[in-house]
């Protein structure tokens, strides 16, 4: 049986603990992680972590160079599961709106669009101007399209920035139909 195969993008938005909690969580399951991210994300990495990309890279199955968009994701005949990016700029959902695919990364979430994979979108920014909204409403339309703003949430009861982070693994993974023991269901009961 052939492994079932997940796209993870990283744009250049501050949040790079999110895509690798993402990676961590992605590790535990038997699903092969195709990775790439552009250059204003490595540069984010650097910034928000200290460490280097071999280091992320040793999360991942396939790492693909931004700038090479002769790769497989870049191909609707490659069957994934759908694409996450985490986190998603400005840039990038702007690009995706407007069908721009000028990246490895955009263009690999255009396939996820125009062969209707799931594709999850999670913006970081904040406040969120007209246009950044309008982007999002349009692409909310498409039909395999989920936007997932990395919120806050306090139901589950968390104690640290982990367990929030963890929340919102476990709704992203969801999205992509992968199990995960990361979500907290609600229940009105408590329990």
Excluded at 85 to 109: E, F, H, N, Q, V
Aim: hydrophobic share 40%; with cysteine; glycine share 4%.
């Amino acid at each position: 049986m052939k492994k079932k195969r997940l796209i993870v993008g990283v744009s250049g938005a501050s949040g790079i603990q999110l895509a690798m909690s993402l990676l961590e969580e992605l590790k535990k399951t038997d699903i092969e992680i195709h990775f790439t991210m552009s250059d204003s994300a490595i540069k984010t990495y650097e910034l928000e972590t200290h460490k280097t990309i071999s280091e992320l890279t040793q999360l991942v199955d396939v790492f693909y160079n931004n700038d090479d968009i002769s790769c497989s994701i870049a191909s609707g005949s490659f069957d994934t599961l759908g694409m996450i990016i985490i986190p998603c700029s400005m840039k990038t959902l702007a690009a995706l709106r407007s069908g721009y695919s000028d990246s490895l990364l955009t263009r690999a979430a255009d396939v996820c669009i125009k062969e209707k994979r799931p594709l999850i979108l999670v913006p970081r920014e904040s406040p969120l101007s007209p246009i950044h909204l309008e982007n999002m409403h349009y692409l909310s339309q498409l039909q395999n399209v989920m936007i997932v703003p990395p919120m806050l949430t306090y139901y589950h009861q968390p104690i640290t920035i982990q367990d929030m982070e963890k929340q919102l693994i476990g709704k992203i993974l969801r999205y992509v139909h992968i199990e995960s023991d990361c979500l907290y269901e609600w229940n009105s009961s408590g329990h």
